[in-house]
């Protein structure tokens, strides 16, 4: 509702001094200004070329919002070495600013934790992530969950992992199965159906009362 009152007045989305660059050949580097650019680990591109353009002056700066791939252009800049090599060969110092703002969706150890504790698995597979970060988040998820003996994998990219669960299913009986309280360790014989990851349990002559199927005879002559 904001955004249409404010439309009576201007087009909110008219940005005056934001403009698309399409590559180089529209970039005018005459003055200040912030580009956004991609890829964010600047392997080639746009940002590879701005980044060679700009990295050997004081007065520029990088920012980096989100996870970079080992051997990659942008996880050796994050690592704020003295020298960088540029796309045509030429090994430059790296003078500018160097910032890193996690803009990324992965979660942290408060959040990780959090979910943990609303679930009763003790296996976790951590992918996707800085090696060295992964390892710290892996043995502090190990200590805090240890009364549940749990178990957290960093699975390299190709690795196969097979883990087992068990659990308990839990399941509404109905019809006549649920006449008459069953004895201690007795089978009951029935259909389990599942539907919305809820569980029913009832005889089949129940099926068409409880459920939205059919029971249909063949006779083979």
Request: proline letters at 5%; hydrophobic letters at 40%.
């Amino acid at each position: 509702e904001n955004i249409r009152n404010k439309f009576e007045i201007a087009n909110p989305f008219n940005f005056r001094y934001v403009a698309n660059l399409r590559g180089m050949r529209d970039m005018q580097d005459t003055g200040p200004c912030v580009v956004m650019a991609a890829p964010g680990m600047l392997q080639s591109g746009l940002s590879r070329q701005l980044f060679d353009l700009w990295c050997e002056d004081a007065r520029n700066g990088v920012i980096f919002t989100g996870y970079s791939v080992p051997e990659t252009l942008a996880h050796r800049v994050l690592r704020h070495p003295s020298t960088i090599e540029r796309l045509d060969g030429r090994e430059v110092p790296l003078r500018m600013s160097v910032t890193e703002i996690s803009f990324s969706a992965h979660t942290d150890y408060r959040q990780t934790s959090h979910f943990l504790r609303s679930v009763t698995t003790n296996q976790l597979l951590l992918v996707h992530g800085d090696v060295h970060n992964m390892r710290r988040l892996k043995l502090k998820l190990e200590k805090d969950f240890a009364d549940r003996s749990m178990n957290v994998h960093m699975p390299p990219n190709g690795e196969e992992i097979r883990m087992q669960f068990h659990g308990n299913e839990i399941a509404t009986v109905v019809g006549a199965l649920a006449e008459a309280d069953p004895e201690e360790n007795a089978v009951l014989s029935g259909i389990l159906l599942r539907k919305h990851f809820q569980n029913t349990f009832l005889r089949p002559n129940d099926l068409t009362t409880f459920s939205e199927l059919q029971i249909s005879s063949f006779a083979q002559s």
